[in-house]
């Protein structure tokens, strides 16, 4: 657990953002030093700063954390411009939270339940053009986002080389912070409940004869709350995840690729393959394409669920966990002597 001491005015290497509490406890839980006192509310040097902070310490990094007040690419936006005034010498941004993940990267690797995705890119893939025969996300150079700065193709690049000394340290981070009593139900839910179904195999009622899902490619409204085990979804179906087969293998592993932001929550297995063929991404989340444009951005979201009708809550805890673990061990690796910043922000938002 950190530890407390007053504020004594910090010069800010890194800040958080967060939407709900779920993501901001865990980021919290891993701070070295959280700073209280009663200048707490005066972390921002512009009062036209909307933002609400909370502040600490990560190693050497003096941090603050931005608490996002909803999901959505609209609030990410807004929080981006109040980090702008309030903050305007901010050079790396960390989005920290959860997403919907492919079952398999573009290489065919395995990404399983509490993985976590650094963004190479990021596609806004609700932005497009809706056709007779279907939807087609724009991307032209005028509607896509910007590439990553020299900096942080730099940072990726160094994350890329020491991945696993880098997947070491961040099980180190979420063994510590898994140790605390108050994260009890942050624990990894076990390989059981990593649960992949096909694609074209809906979550509804299987063995109903009088409600919507008898009669149609849908779900009644009552399925789309209901469990697995209450809609009799059939184990048999599930698909072999090879990496839960041994123990090592459940350790949540690092992949770098390219992230889908829009407005709308995936929970569709045959609209998650067919904006993943589209936009060629790996993750799914709604914050990013609010902040991308506006500061230099590295996304880090913890897999907590596989972005179709399927998935459910029970990951949700665990992956912020990892998320949160992820984003201290590249707090810890960045060095701004070597990339030239001076301060280095973590926005953190739950997606789901």
């Avoid at 050497?60 to 807004?78: F, K």
């Avoid at 673990?325 to 701004?336: F, G, I, S």
């Avoid at 070597?338 to 997606?351: A, M, R, T, Y």
Wanted: glycine share 8%.
């Amino acid at each position: 657990m950190a530890s407390h001491r007053s504020i004594r005015n910090p010069t800010f290497e890194i800040g958080l953002i967060t939407a709900l509490p779920l993501e901001a406890r865990a980021i919290i839980g891993l701070l070295d030093e959280l700073y209280i006192g009663k200048d707490t509310v005066a972390y921002a040097p512009d009062p036209a700063d909307l933002n609400a902070y909370t502040a600490g310490r990560i190693g050497r990094h003096d941090v603050i954390l931005m608490h996002m007040p909803r999901m959505g690419i609209t609030s990410g936006a807004a929080v981006a411009m109040n980090a702008l005034t309030g903050f305007p010498a901010l050079k790396l941004i960390l989005l920290v939270g959860i997403c919907g993940g492919m079952p398999l990267a573009s290489d065919e690797t395995e990404i399983v339940l509490g993985d976590v995705i650094i963004s190479r890119n990021i596609v806004q893939t609700n932005f497009g053009r809706q056709f007779p025969d279907g939807f087609v996300i724009k991307s032209d150079v005028e509607s896509t986002f910007r590439g990553p700065s020299h900096s942080i193709l730099s940072f990726l690049a160094k994350i890329e080389a020491c991945t696993d000394t880098c997947e070491r340290r961040m099980s180190e981070h979420l063994a510590s912070l898994l140790e605390l009593p108050e994260f009890g139900n942050s624990q990894y839910p076990g390989p059981i409940k990593d649960r992949l179904f096909p694609a074209d195999y809906i979550h509804r009622h299987h063995n109903a004869q009088d409600c919507e899902c008898a009669r149609g490619d849908g779900a009644c409204v009552a399925a789309r709350t209901a469990s697995c085990e209450e809609l009799g979804c059939q184990s048999d179906l599930l698909i072999p995840r090879q990496r839960l087969q041994c123990q090592s293998g459940q350790s949540p592993v690092i992949h770098l690729g390219a992230f889908s932001s829009s407005d709308a929550v995936i929970k569709s297995g045959w609209h998650r393959d067919q904006i993943a063929r589209a936009a060629n991404v790996i993750a799914f989340e709604m914050e990013g394409a609010g902040i991308w444009n506006f500061l230099p951005t590295v996304i880090v979201k913890g897999v907590c669920d596989y972005a179709d009708s399927h998935k459910n809550k029970a990951w949700q805890r665990y992956a912020a966990a990892t998320a949160a673990a992820c984003a201290k061990t590249l707090v810890e690796l960045w060095n701004p002597s070597c990339h030239g910043i001076s301060k280095l922000v973590l926005f953190h938002d739950n997606s789901f």
